[in-house]
């Protein structure tokens, strides 16, 4: 929930505690609750640091300025407000600006001391006792709706870096590729222990550049896990080559077994067709890498790992994407480590292989206007590098955090009959990209589970094998038994950073109710 403080109850607090008690209360309150995010607009930072300074001391003033920087998200003052309220009847200049800003950012309520002064908003307006009233008798503590993910969430903790550096790029008009682009390779290809990264326009791309990269072409062959999305065969396909599909296993992942068994099988024309294998670390769980690399080596193919549900994830110690020749990610809005829009990148130690990628990224270009590959446009907007950089920052603590809520899942799910909780694979770290449950009846749950205010997803309902593009391969129904089974009963429940302890146990009740 998306609280708009007044500034009158932020001086409240610092120098008429005694008169307003309940500003204090309500701040308080506030803050020690996630679901409230706390919001002021910049015009009013400068009025409270003077009225406090001067109604107590500076001491005292610099102390509620640093609440404000720690807790406290801060608008900014763009010039659409600023025109709204020179058009505006209000004669204090200061609260027209508050008005439409918290207008501007979708507030969810207003509080203020002095309601008069918003009586024309859209947002919901409670004087500091009105809100803590409605609080006392549970109006506003309790959430009954639980997104499947909540975007806004995490952008409010970073929301003003966030536009501290896209304001950078507009003042600077360096639109594609830069130094923010830069300083995001830099990082993540450090995060992944690997000596180069190169970003791209999304991974979709990034899976395209690596295929590209390794010369895959007409005739060629390339395993991809038949459950994952369908992105991994579409790089193939791009390029000309053509997939072969493997089943999964009890992780959802290629299942190595079956892997062996198909190489085993080949014909020598379709071993000197084979030319690649794409392990996907699906749902943010790795593949197990140890054997695919072993049978890598023993047939001579190459590999490139689908990390793009994976950011941070280990197998046996180490990053995914450092295992095969390329690792390709997706910033998609949604992943763990998110773009504000389209976004993805390649990590490799291969300089070679590095060199090649950033040629194809930009027009096959070696310098500018001499194109030495065939190439297409795949560069990274400098916006999502930006926004990147950013939440880079915060991807150890958010991993941690969906760690934290598998962890809880599990404990609160165990033991449900007829629910069937995800497996993690030994000797790997999963960062739980999605918390993937089984359930014979999964469309009656997800049905009462969406009357109950609880949003689910399901990733995903039709293996590769039995899309429509992929008919000519001339796969059929029962081909791949493991992933067919898994598409009828797999169910995604909630699962990000600021997700609550209190959301999930509610999606676990209802979990539970459904099966009593």
């Not at 109604?55 to 005292?60: D, G, I, S, V």
């Not at 890498?289 to 590999?303: Q, R, T």
């Not at 915060?394 to 941690?400: C, L, S, V």
Request: charged residues 25%.
């Amino acid at each position: 929930m998306k609280v708009f403080i007044d500034t009158n109850v932020l001086i409240d607090v610092a120098v008429r505690i005694d008169k307003y008690p309940d500003s204090f209360a309500l701040l308080n309150k506030l803050m020690e609750f996630p679901d409230y995010s706390l919001w002021i607009a910049a015009v009013s930072v400068n009025n409270i640091q003077y009225v406090v300074s001067k109604l107590e001391n500076e001491t005292k003033a610099n102390k509620l300025l640093e609440l404000i920087r720690e807790e406290f998200s801060i608008i900014p003052f763009r010039r659409s407000v600023f025109l709204q309220a020179m058009d505006n009847t209000n004669p204090d200049f200061e609260d027209a600006i508050q008005f439409y800003s918290a207008e501007e950012m979708n507030m969810d309520c207003i509080i203020t001391r002095n309601p008069d002064d918003f009586t024309n908003s859209s947002v919901k307006v409670y004087t500091p006792s009105q809100f803590l009233e409605q609080w006392n008798v549970g109006k506003l503590n309790k959430k009954s709706q639980v997104p499947f993910l909540d975007l806004k969430a995490q952008h409010h903790q970073i929301f003003n870096d966030i536009d501290d550096r896209f304001a950078d790029i507009m003042a600077n008009t360096g639109f594609i590729l830069g130094k923010y682009v830069d300083e995001f390779e830099n990082g993540f290809g450090k995060l992944h222990d690997a000596k180069y990264c190169v970003g791209v326009s999304s991974g979709t791309d990034a899976l395209h550049i690596a295929m590209m990269s390794l010369g895959i072409g007409h005739g060629d062959l390339v395993i991809v896990p038949v459950n994952t999305f369908i992105a991994t065969a579409e790089a193939v396909s791009l390029c000309g080559a053509e997939p072969v599909f493997v089943d999964c296993d009890e992780y959802y992942n290629i299942d190595v077994q079956k892997l062996k068994e198909y190489l085993t099988a080949m014909s020598h024309e379709l071993k000197a067709r084979m030319k690649a294998v794409i392990p996907v670390h699906l749902y943010g769980q790795p593949a197990n890498m140890n054997e695919i690399m072993a049978l890598a080596d023993e047939y001579g193919f190459k590999v490139v790992e689908d990390c793009c549900q994976a950011h941070l994830a280990k197998y046996d110690g180490e990053p995914v994407g450092s295992f095969g020749r390329f690792g390709a990610f997706s910033f998609y809005p949604g992943k763990n480590l998110g773009a504000y829009g389209e976004a993805g990148a390649l990590i490799t130690n291969d300089e070679a292989l590095y060199e090649k990628a950033r040629m194809i990224r930009q027009h096959g270009e070696i310098k500018r206007y001499h194109h030495s590959v065939v190439g297409h446009n795949y560069r990274m907007s400098a916006f999502q590098g930006a926004a990147l950089s950013v939440k880079m920052q915060y991807i150890a603590e958010w991993t941690e955090k969906r760690q934290e809520n598998a962890r809880l899942y599990n404990e609160l799910l165990a033991g449900i009959e007829g629910i069937q909780i995800p497996k993690e694979m030994p000797n790997s770290s999963c960062v739980y990209h999605l918390y993937v449950i089984q359930t014979d009846d999964r469309d009656g749950l997800r049905e009462y589970l969406e009357q109950n205010g609880i949003n689910t997803g399901i990733h995903y309902p039709i293996s590769l094998h039995l899309q429509k593009v992929y008919e000519f391969l001339r796969y059929g129904k029962g081909d791949f038994p493991a992933a067919e089974t898994a598409a009828k009963r797999i169910l995604s429940l909630p699962m990000y950073p600021e997700l609550t302890k209190g959301q999930i146990s509610y999606v676990c009740e209802k979990v539970k109710e459904f099966g009593r």
